[in-house]
């Protein structure tokens, strides 16, 4: 055999070496880069299905003189550290608290379930808590990895004051979500997630003003 011959001969086993790793690294690494294969335990065919996403808490602030202002998760979206807003003592009317979520899956979902209590409390003065509940079926599914609110419910100054009173406090608004989904393999993925905001306020005889707040995003586990 030529030069030529055994320096093709070469390249060919090259190529094929190569080849060969790269196949080695992508099965080794296969669960790692976010892609589940759950089996039926008894080596059977593997399908990729799979849920994830963010749950946040987001607040509305509606003042006095007829301004609005809200912070949510989609303006931390690439950090999971709070975000403080300063509101610097302005006087409030009107709170709104929102829950958000971010979803994201791998497979065909056929339904989908939202569920959690949210609630806003003082130290143990609990102002309002409600149980969240939203369906979805296959037809009508939230967009992927967009921020989308689930649940929101609303309290007037005149209520805050009326329940504690004078003084200073800090709202604190906690959601927690658990999300199922059912794919179209007959398997079902159940993620939860804890997420929340505080809204440091004062309450004096001219009435509500808010401090500050922060919210936070968490991973759905």
């Keep these: 055999m030529g030069s030529k011959g055994k320096m093709s001969l070469a390249l060919v086993l090259l190529a094929l070496i190569i080849?060969?790793?790269i196949f080695y690294w992508v099965y080794t690494s296969w669960p790692e880069i976010g892609i589940q294969t759950p089996g039926n335990g008894n080596g059977g065919t593997s399908t990729t299905t799979g849920t994830g996403g963010k749950l946040g808490?987001?607040?509305?602030?509606?003042?006095?003189?007829?301004?609005?202002?809200?912070?949510?998760?989609?303006?931390?979206?690439?950090?999971?550290?709070?975000?403080?807003?300063?509101?610097?003592?302005?006087?409030?009317?009107?709170?709104?608290?929102?829950?958000y979520v971010q979803l994201d899956w791998i497979g065909d979902i056929t339904s989908l379930e939202l569920r959690g209590p949210m609630e806003v409390k003082s130290d143990t003065v609990t102002l309002r808590r409600e149980g969240m509940l939203k369906t979805y079926s296959s037809s009508d599914l939230p967009a992927k990895n967009a921020w989308f609110e689930m649940w929101k419910f609303s309290l007037d100054a005149a209520e805050?004051?009326?329940?504690?009173?004078?003084?200073?406090?800090?709202?604190?608004?906690?959601?927690?979500?658990?999300?199922?989904?059912?794919?179209?393999?007959?398997?079902?993925?159940?993620?939860?997630?804890?997420?929340?905001?505080?809204?440091?306020?004062?309450?004096?005889?001219?009435?509500?003003?808010?401090?500050?707040?922060?919210?936070?995003?968490?991973i759905f586990n």
């Design 19 to 21: 080849m060969a790793g």
């Design 57 to 99: 808490v987001g607040v509305t602030i509606e003042f006095a003189d007829g301004t609005a202002q809200t912070v949510d998760p989609s303006q931390i979206q690439y950090t999971l550290f709070p975000l403080t807003v300063y509101f610097e003592g302005r006087q409030v009317s009107k709170i709104t608290w929102h829950c």
């Design 160 to 218: 805050i004051e009326y329940s504690l009173g004078d003084g200073d406090f800090t709202l604190t608004c906690t959601a927690n979500v658990t999300a199922t989904a059912m794919f179209s393999t007959g398997q079902t993925s159940i993620k939860t997630a804890s997420a929340k905001g505080n809204l440091p306020i004062t309450i004096e005889a001219a009435g509500l003003t808010a401090l500050l707040c922060d919210v936070q995003v968490q």
